[in-house]
């Protein structure tokens, strides 16, 4: 079953394996949130307590949606962490999507199988949700 202590056990494990460098150094709280079709992950930082807090779309509790989806959804939102976005760590450019860096990042750190992953499902999902479109239409 996916909860949040599942999502934790993904981020500790993504964390662990591929971004050792990157110190957490602020409490960090992963969850899923409501069910969002076309916005998958989000990371924010609670100005006031300093809190950051990750948000997995609650449609990604569905076992159909491959486990390496969901990884490549939590490494991103962890470039962003590591980028400065989010976090108390520096900042590291202007726009926290800027000229492609997390591709770079997710390949830099080992992460491109979760990326090919993610490709190849979007573009199922892409198909599924334009059928639900123009049924909903009607
Ligand atoms: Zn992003």
């Known amino acids: 079953m996916r909860d949040d202590k599942w ?3 993904r981020l500790d494990f993504i964390w662990s394996n591929h971004f050792t460098d990157v110190p957490q150094i602020n409490p960090v709280f992963i969850k899923f949130g409501r069910f969002a079709r076309l916005r998958f992950g989000s990371i924010k930082m609670d100005p ?3 809190k950051t807090y990750i948000t997995i ?3 990604f509790k569905d076992l159909k949606v491959p486990q390496e989806v969901v990884d490549h ?15 108390p760590h520096s900042r590291l450019h202007r726009y926290p999507h800027e000229g492609g860096v997390i591709k770079k990042e997710i390949e830099k750190r080992g992460l491109i199988y979760l990326y090919k992953a993610y490709r190849q499902w979007i573009r199922s999902y892409r198909e599924d949700l334009k059928e639900y479109y123009k049924r909903k239409r009607w």
């Open 73 to 87: 959804t939590i490494a991103h939102e962890l470039c962003h962490y590591a980028h400065g976005f989010s976090s």
């Open 48 to 50: 006031r307590s300093k």
């Open 7 to 9: 999502l934790l056990s």
């Open 57 to 59: 779309t609650g449609m």
